[in-house]
């Protein structure tokens, strides 16, 4: 029997009067009880310390240290603080009662005893404390989870940055020797249709395990900082570099088209990051979007302060299932139709977040999605 629920309590009674002990004792003792008696305040206090009871019975008026006392030593000491005390009092007496409470005490009974009430009381004590027990336990356990598992998380952000890093210098290496042998190819050198081919593969699957290694070097470098120092941001610049630099090759391949606002409202940012969730959300529009895909980029003013920046794409809409999802790392839009690794929208999410604003998507009014980001903007721009 050694769980809390059926494991036999103990009851400390420490009353100076032996006929009230031997009352108490008798009538205790036959309700499944294990009981212990003091019949002063030091020896209360002895006993109390090492036996460690569920409960107490403390007689307010004894001589030598009163109850009272013995309640404010118990109450000060970290191994019985939480041991329930209930006092007994005579009826004829006049006790502070307040005081009693005031010093950590959960009840008081009278004198002489009432064997149902007593046995009521100390019931009901007896079950708040195994709930408290309970919750106190509850709460330590996720507490502790709670560290474990930010340690966890800084162990993998660390693992993620070694990895990435060890990673991406035989790639490079791998995807310079491959383009070499591509250009060579292409400059008359003798080269078989399938070599060709098999280079082209070769290059294509090295970029893909670039972007991989990039992702999670961001998603560790997001994850891990606190404190980004943001600044007014030139977007159409960046949507430029995603568009001329990081996307080209895309567009062409998907046969793409993207439209562009006349200007942008001015928002606070981290250049770089920006940059990222542009990258994402377009990417997504090229490979899930209509065929061909026909994008539509903006930004609106919201009533809270915040700009709202908008990707909406021609594709067929996502279900409300999917939507629930779509943030979720290693969670790919539509699997039979384009190849990834899932970790853009969760990356996006987090950088958003960390620059103070949030993401989202809706299904457009007549088709398509619209995926959209929140960022502070600039305080005194008209």
Request: aromatic share 6%.
């Amino acid at each position: 029997m050694n769980s809390l629920n059926s494991r036999q309590e103990t009851l400390l009674i420490v009353d100076d009067i032996p006929a009230n002990v031997s009352l108490l004792l008798e009538f205790l003792t036959q309700a499944g009880f294990k009981v212990l008696v003091a019949k002063e305040g030091k020896a209360a206090l002895k006993k109390a310390s090492y036996a460690l009871p569920d409960l107490i019975l403390l007689d307010v008026m004894m001589p030598g240290i009163d109850g009272f006392k013995v309640c404010e030593v118990l109450k000060s000491q970290d191994s019985t603080e939480d041991i329930p005390i209930i006092f007994m009092t005579a009826l004829s007496e006049t006790v502070d009662k307040v005081k009693g409470f005031s010093l950590g005490a959960v009840d008081y009974i009278t004198k002489p005893i009432q064997h149902e009430e007593v046995l009521s009381r100390i019931t009901t004590h007896l079950k708040l404390r195994k709930l408290q027990q309970q919750v106190e336990a509850e709460l330590q356990f996720k507490k502790d989870y709670a560290i474990e598992l930010e340690k966890r998380n800084t162990e993998l952000n660390a693992f993620a940055r070694t990895v990435a890093h060890d990673l991406k210098n035989p790639l490079n290496g791998l995807l310079g020797l491959s383009n070499r042998l591509v250009t060579n190819c292409s400059s008359g050198h003798i080269c078989s249709e399938l070599d060709q081919k098999c280079l082209q593969l070769i290059v294509e699957s090295g970029n893909k395990m670039v972007d991989i290694v990039n992702a999670l070097l961001l998603l560790a470098r997001a994850s891990g900082q606190d404190n980004v120092k943001t600044k007014p941001l030139d977007m159409s610049s960046i949507i430029r570099q995603v568009i001329e630099k990081r996307l080209v090759y895309m567009i062409r391949d998907f046969q793409g088209d993207i439209s562009l606002p006349d200007s942008w409202p001015m928002a606070l940012g981290y250049g770089p990051w920006i940059e990222e969730v542009w990258a994402n959300y377009l990417s997504n529009g090229l490979k899930y979007g209509g065929q061909p895909p026909l994008l539509e980029i903006g930004a609106d003013r919201q009533d809270d302060g915040n700009i709202r920046f908008w990707v909406r794409d021609n594709g067929p809409g996502l279900t409300e299932e999917a939507i629930a999802r779509l943030f979720t790392p290693f969670t790919r839009l539509h699997k039979d139709r384009a190849e990834g690794h899932g970790l853009g929208l969760s990356i996006v999410q987090q950088i958003v977040e960390k620059l103070g604003g949030e993401v989202g998507v809706e299904n457009a009014e007549s088709q398509g999605s619209l995926f959209y980001f929140t960022l502070p903007a600039e305080q005194n721009i008209v």
